[in-house]
């Protein structure tokens, strides 16, 4: 009489690799590399969110500086205040540095001799929204880049689950077959 089958924890399940059973191997090792995927498919969603973010930081930040009130919006001369308070223009300043945007420095030192929001020239507002439009579409292209990556590890580790099951479904049928044998012969 075959000895009896009891529950294994899956720690112990899935160190119990070499075992004479082929298949039992082969879905331990898709389970492993299941569990590599799941950890691996955790960090790519944190990066898919952190690029998202960035997006809408980007979209935030030209529809901020879109809004500046210009006094003659038609002159590239016009000027107006970059936000509302010194903090503000220094934030905005800021946020634009930190978004590649270059000759930003200059702005900065010269907002922080002010008093209150930097005044700045249409033609200043026509130079940095374009190329926060360019970032914005690198940013785009690498969120395309990385919602490819979440899909191939989604797709990955739902295949190396399946195959897991898959093998410990054929081993199962095989000991079955095996065990009927048995009891057809003797």
């Not at 298949?23 to 969110?49: C, F, P, R």
């Not at 930081?57 to 919006?73: F, G, P, Q, Y």
């Not at 093998?167 to 095996?178: E, G, I, P």
């Amino acid at each position: 009489m075959p000895a009896p089958v009891t529950p294994q924890a899956l720690d112990d399940w899935l160190k119990s690799s070499n075992t004479p059973n082929v298949m039992h191997n082969i879905a331990v090792i898709n389970a492993n590399l299941s569990s590599v995927y799941a950890e691996i498919l955790n960090l790519q969603k944190d990066v898919v969110s952190e690029v998202s973010e960035r997006l809408k930081k980007i979209s935030e930040l030209t529809n901020e500086i879109r809004a500046v009130k210009l006094d003659d919006s038609a002159s590239p001369n016009g000027k107006g205040p970059l936000g509302r308070t010194k903090e503000d223009t220094l934030r905005i300043l800021t946020s634009l540095k930190n978004f590649g945007i270059p000759n930003i420095d200059e702005k900065i030192a010269e907002a922080n001799k002010e008093t209150g929001p930097l005044t700045v020239l249409k033609a200043w507002i026509d130079t940095v929204v374009p190329s926060l439009q360019g970032v914005s579409e690198s940013e785009s292209n690498r969120s395309q880049q990385e919602g490819l990556r979440l899909q191939t590890f989604t797709s990955r580790y739902t295949q190396s689950a399946e195959g897991a099951q898959a093998a410990m479904q054929k081993s199962a049928q095989n000991l079955a077959t095996l065990i009927n044998n048995f009891r057809i012969s003797g």
